[in-house]
């Protein structure tokens, strides 16, 4: 048996390398190619991609989990996918066809029936424009759903004269980026080379418009005569396909393979509120296929990011605010906002960093009479601010000055509790130092051998004022109040916080009781037993207990708010003896080319509008239309 195995090692080996070299094979039979991307719908972006698998009869089934993009090399979440259809995404096609002496006859006519057999099958949403070229170039055409009438232009096509070819790619990208659709194709044919055109455009601007614009190029080179390479390198720059009929009865099925190749397009919606500035945006799609994956990219131009918008909620210009009232303010246009900040007549009184922004107005804090609530939210693109006037009246006011506020009551009963405990405490103690202590027997006391000095007991130290943070485990951060900003350090053990010396937070607001609550750390929560103070009752309503907060969750001490936060647990030291001294140079990593679409400069464009008269191919333009 064993004998056996060692004869059949080698056979085994190769099965495992052919198998391997299959299973490369397949990997390369996916592609992905990123025809288009556009943010019109910020912060969602949209990719058009077409994704090809040569090792089976149907594309791939995309999903959300199967598809990843990076804006600028960071992740953005795929949002949706869904396979092109005109009913959601309509699509705009431009027929760019060589009309020169040389497609007479039988080229002309194939050309003809190929083109009104494309337009038959598109979607009563779908746009089609006509450009004819030979000498110049003319818009026939221009977008439109009339499918009929664009039929009917291309059954008109004659040929005659030359070849501006370099002229036509130019004028076709321009007439392209006026269509706002996010699926858009330039079927271009041609049986020759450029020739006998006016030279005002060269060889590489037309293949740089066409890489601007992004547009794909359908590329298709008819005939024996052709520019094979120019019409290669303009499919590459725009992202599109190059096509060869050496026989014009061939080119039916290549404009076939091409309606095909559109309909089997997926639009991948993504999040793009990642982009805060203008400028070219590399992106990249990755689709996964069972083991199998590949990768496109592209690039766009992000405009401007929306301004920031806030406004505050929960209270009207104007408004006679008699009682406690929340104010919620509401940030809108997408960017990314990293404090949100409070002012009542110009002072803080409260920030907050993530949503909901909200914030507890006092009247009896501010007094009666006109008052400003400032709102400022600090977005991506700089500060924007918010402003409400209204009226404040304290709730004795409001009552029409004859009312008792509940809460003074309550407070006036405990203080006076208090009081005439202090005064019955103060009576018995007195009374006790008065009494007259009974005689003592001295004789009857023994006589108490001296102690060595060694055994004599040692005075106990003085306590501090204060339990000191032995082991700081969290922070108390203030959000409202005079001390707004400061920031309280606590640990494991149990301390006082209020306005007394002896806290070990210490508050400097008189108007707060001596010990407010106990504080500590506990398995990251924060332990919180609130001490029985006229603050508390009176301000809060509240008669002492337990709380136990989570890190981020705030508490209220009478004016005050303060949010708790865990510190970071430090990592052990390394032994730097186990450090290898190793000093590398990080390789920078590349830099993705931009390839956004920058518009000529205008007397560029002027020329590029002057090739493209709306004119019939056999009636040449006059010069006004021309200039049209």
């Not at 949002?79 to 020169?100: E, I, K, W, Y």
């Not at 199998?292 to 929960?314: F, L």
């Not at 350090?489 to 508050?507: D, K, L, T, Y």
């Not at 009176?538 to 709380?547: F, I, P």
């Amino acid at each position: 048996m064993i004998a056996t195995l060692r004869r059949l090692l080698p056979a085994l080996a190769v099965g495992a390398a052919l198998l391997a070299g299959v299973a490369s094979a397949q990997d390369a039979s996916l592609t992905l190619q990123v025809v288009s991307v556009t943010d019109a719908g910020y912060p969602k972006a949209q990719a058009v991609v077409t994704v090809e698998d040569t090792a089976s009869t149907s594309s791939p089934a995309l999903t959300p989990d199967s598809v990843a993009v990076t804006l600028n090399g960071a992740p953005a979440k795929v949002l949706a996918t869904q396979l092109a259809s005109s009913q959601t995404t309509p699509l705009d096609v431009l027929f760019l066809v060589d009309v020169s002496g040389s497609m007479a006859g039988q080229p002309l006519t194939l050309v003809k029936g190929a083109a009104t057999a494309f337009i038959a099958q598109l979607a009563p949403q779908d746009r089609v424009a006509v450009i004819a070229f030979s000498d110049r170039v003319h818009v026939l055409q221009d977008y439109t759903a009339d499918h009929a009438a664009a039929s009917a232009v291309i059954d008109r096509l004659q040929a005659s004269g030359n070849t501006a070819l370099y002229e036509a790619t130019a004028g076709a990208a321009l007439k392209a980026a006026t269509s706002k659709a996010s699926r858009r194709a330039i079927i271009l044919l041609s049986d020759g080379a450029d020739y006998g055109s006016s030279g005002t455009v060269s060889r590489q601007q037309a293949i740089d418009a066409a890489g601007k614009v992004g547009v794909p190029f359908f590329a298709i080179g008819e005939g024996t005569d052709i520019d094979r390479a120019y019409l290669q390198q303009l499919a590459a720059a725009s992202n599109g396909r190059y096509l060869e009929a050496p026989d014009p009865r061939q080119l039916g099925d290549l404009y076939a393979s091409i309606a095909r190749l559109l309909r089997s397009q997926y639009v991948i919606t993504f999040d793009a509120s990642g982009v805060h500035a203008a400028g070219d945006v590399p992106v990249t799609v990755t689709v996964h296929n069972g083991a199998r994956s590949a990768t496109g990219s592209a690039s766009y131009h992000a405009p401007p990011p929306p301004p920031a918008t806030v406004s505050v909620d929960g209270v009207q210009p104007g408004e006679s605010l008699t009682s406690r009232r929340t104010v919620t303010a509401q940030v809108g246009g997408g960017q990314a906002v990293s404090r949100v900040t409070f002012q009542v007549d110009g002072k803080t009184v409260a920030e907050a960093t993530s949503p909901p922004y909200t914030y507890t107005y006092d009247p009896a804090a501010f007094g009666a009479g006109a008052h400003e609530l400032s709102v400022t939210a600090q977005a991506a693109s700089g500060p924007v601010t918010s402003k409400v006037s209204f009226l404040s009246t304290p709730p004795a006011r409001a009552a029409g000055g004859g009312g008792v506020d509940p809460l003074l009551l309550v407070a006036a009963v405990v203080v006076a509790i208090l009081l005439a405990g202090g005064v019955l405490f103060l009576a018995l103690r007195r009374r006790r130092r008065e009494e007259t202590p009974p005689p003592v027997d001295v004789a009857s006391l023994r006589t108490v051998p001296a102690l060595p000095p060694e055994a004599a007991p040692v005075a106990p130290e003085p306590e501090p004022a204060w339990a000191p943070i032995a082991e700081p485990r969290g922070l108390l951060i203030s959000r409202t109040g005079d001390d707004l900003g400061n920031e309280y350090v606590i640990g494991g053990s149990p301390v006082s916080i209020g306005s007394g010396e002896r806290c070990a937070v210490r508050i400097a607001d008189r108007g707060l009781s001596a010990v407010e609550a106990r504080v500590w750390v506990r398995d990251g929560q924060l332990m919180l037993h609130r001490m029985m103070s006229l603050n508390a009752i009176a301000n809060e309503g509240v008669t002492g207990g337990w709380s136990i907060l989570e890190p981020g969750d705030t508490f209220q001490l009478g004016p005050h708010t303060f949010e708790f936060r865990l510190l970071p647990v430090p990592a052990p030291e390394r032994d730097p003896s186990d450090i290898p001294n190793v000093l590398r140079d990080p390789d920078e990593p590349p830099r993705a080319p931009g390839s956004g679409f920058t518009a000529a400069p205008e007397p560029a464009r002027l020329r590029l509008l002057e090739l493209m008269p709306k004119n019939d191919v056999n009636t040449p333009p006059d010069r006004d239309e021309r200039a049209s």
